[in-house]
């Protein structure tokens, strides 16, 4: 009895190092890649490594044929292949809306083949070797297979094909499914092939991923506006307008900014969100979309900033206290030299957005050459004492959560207090490092709802989470640019921003969707699944911008 038991540990032993043998053969392309740096720094789920290893597992449960094991391996690994070549061509993985705009710009997917043939080469090599090693080392060890029956081994096998393919029906969040560049290449397959195939094929919506006309770029021909301006955009994170001193907020919680506006050199106004979470509205003011259910309009990356801005020679970064999982691809578009993000920052010694400041301040940029760099701090985010350091604690000091609205409040003041001083950090190592005249942008992803209407948080399709500041501060700007600040309607939108980015660096952008006076809101997903609403400035609270004049917008 204890023979068997033994025998029994050893062959299971014996096949979880195969297994973990197989994997790692499986994933040596990718490996290597990276280590020669060819695609991004691998940050790999244990879900996402645990998926590949599934299978191998299962495969050693099932006695099937060398053909069929070789099949399935090929296809895996064609996916893989793909989604590398992919990446190197493109600078990001592609997902299910890549694969949609594909299949209605077939001609130009199929012309664009031969371009990549030369990415292939080395890959496809590794692959085959590593495919060969794998089959040798399966068929070698057939002796110590799992023998659970064919049909566990093909119920086991069939039910990993399948999970992908429920997720992305029960999944509300399509995101889940979008290139990320912290999963491994033959994973971001599966998730655009799975997605792409239940909600473009199979379950077809004409409203949700609707087919839009493809924006107009036109480059600018006003040689009046002094180009090139670096360009700081300051993306913080739940942060509200209507709970900044700087706006009448009786609480002085930006007492950084007030100075500056106080001395005459911001411009600002209350915003608009594009969506009402992270990872809908970033990508939407990056990409300057208009309609909320377009999905194509991102994969094409026609109109997004930072290739508007490398097409103008601009040295381009995003750093971030936060992690931004698929947000990276849409965002990045393949043209951003530096992508930072909490990952990447954790290790460092500072606290909190600390950390971001440290990275900001080791940026390798040459300061003397134009730039487009974003920064994301995570001061706001809820819960909100949790991301603001102890010593600046302050209008929440005292509370406990019974009493939980002065609580909620509190911390959030103190939090928003915390994002002021961020602020100020960063345009202190600006100011030290250029000279040139720089724009700085400074909104936020959403709003946040602090009681208002009976809640906290964000993620509802009403304003309360969508109210941003959009403040604008030009550093030795000519009083051109500084104009054309002031030509933008009140409260501004994320795509008026957008819009007005891509004007200082030449280009005029425009959906042929846009109706006078009429803008989005968007839901939880990028495909319009997670609902929408439409709206007019009045609607979005125009009462708002009535003093602007005096608060210093003018």
Not at 75 to 96: D, H, K, R, V
Not at 483 to 488: K, N, S
Not at 525 to 533: C, E, I, N, V
Request: hydrophobic share 45%; aromatic share 12%; proline share 5%.
């Amino acid at each position: 009895m204890i023979q068997k038991a033994i025998s029994h540990l050893l062959r299971l032993g014996g096949n979880v190092v195969i297994v973990l043998l197989l994997a790692g053969l499986f994933l040596t392309v990718e490996l290597y890649l990276h280590w020669i740096g060819r695609i991004d720094g691998i940050l790999w789920r244990k879900d996402d490594v645990g998926y590949i290893l599934a299978f191998f597992l299962f495969l050693r449960m099932l006695a099937a044929p060398p053909r069929l094991y070789l099949i399935l391996l090929l296809l895996m690994q064609l996916l893989q292949l793909s989604e590398i070549i992919y990446f190197q061509f493109a600078g990001t993985y592609f997902g299910p809306a890549d694969l949609a705009l594909a299949s209605r710009q077939y001609k130009d997917f199929w012309g664009a083949l031969g371009e990549v043939v030369t990415f292939s080469l080395v890959p496809a090599l590794i692959i085959l070797l590593t495919t060969a090693a794998m089959l040798v080392l399966h068929q070698r060890s057939a002796a110590l297979r799992l023998r659970m029956g064919n049909r566990t081994g093909y119920g086991l096998l069939i039910f990993w094909i399948l999970v992908p393919l429920i997720h992305a029906v029960t999944e509300d969040n399509s995101m889940r499914f979008d290139p990320d560049p912290n999963k491994t290449a033959f994973r971001n397959g599966v998730n655009a092939f799975s997605y792409y195939l239940v909600w473009d094929l199979l379950r077809a919506d004409a409203d949700v991923g609707k087919v839009y006309p493809d924006y107009s770029l036109t480059l600018l021909a006003d040689e009046s506006r002094p180009v090139p301006l670096n360009l700081v955009i300051i993306m913080g994170e739940s942060i509200t307008h209507t709970h900044m001193g700087l706006y009448g907020y009786p609480r002085d919680t930006t007492p950084v900014l007030s100075a500056i506006a106080k001395a005459g050199g911001l411009i600002f106004r209350p915003g608009i969100s594009s969506g009402v979470s992270t990872h809908v509205s970033i990508p939407m003011f990056y990409n300057l979309q208009y309609e909320p259910n377009n999905r194509t309009h991102i994969a094409s990356g026609r109109t997004n900033l930072y290739r508007l801005a490398k097409s103008k020679g601009y040295q381009t970064a995003f750093l971030s206290s936060q992690e931004m999982f698929a947000i990276a691809s849409q965002v990045s578009s393949g043209a951003v030299d530096i992508w930072k993000e909490w990952g990447h920052l954790e290790n460092r010694p500072e606290q909190f957005d600390g950390k971001l400041i440290a990275e900001l301040q080791a940026l390798a940029f040459d300061w003397s050459r134009p730039f487009m760099l974003s920064l994301n701090p995570r001061a706001g985010h809820i819960p909100y004492a949790r991301y603001t350091p102890a010593e600046l604690v302050h209008f929440g000091k005292g509370l406990s959560k019974d009493e939980y609205d002065r609580y909620m409040q509190g911390s959030y003041d103190d939090a928003m207090r915390y994002f002021d001083r961020v602020v100020g950090e960063i345009l202190a190592v600006v100011r030290q490092r250029t000279s040139n005249p720089t724009v700085v942008i400074i909104t936020s992803d959403h709003g946040q709802r602090l009681g208002e209407s009976g809640g906290y948080g964000h993620n509802t399709l009403e304003f309360g989470s969508a109210r941003v500041p959009f403040i604008y501060l030009g550093l030795n700007t000519p009083p051109a640019v500084d104009a054309l600040v002031r030509q933008l309607a009140c409260p501004v939108t994320h795509y008026d921003v957008g819009r007005f980015i891509a004007s200082l660096l030449g280009y005029q952008v425009k959906s042929p969707s846009e109706a006078d006076g009429e803008y989005f809101l968007n839901g939880v997903d990028l495909s319009g699944r997670g609902g929408y609403r439409r709206y007019t400035r009045m609607e979005a609270g125009q009462h708002f911008c009535l003093g602007s004049a005096r608060l210093g917008s003018e």
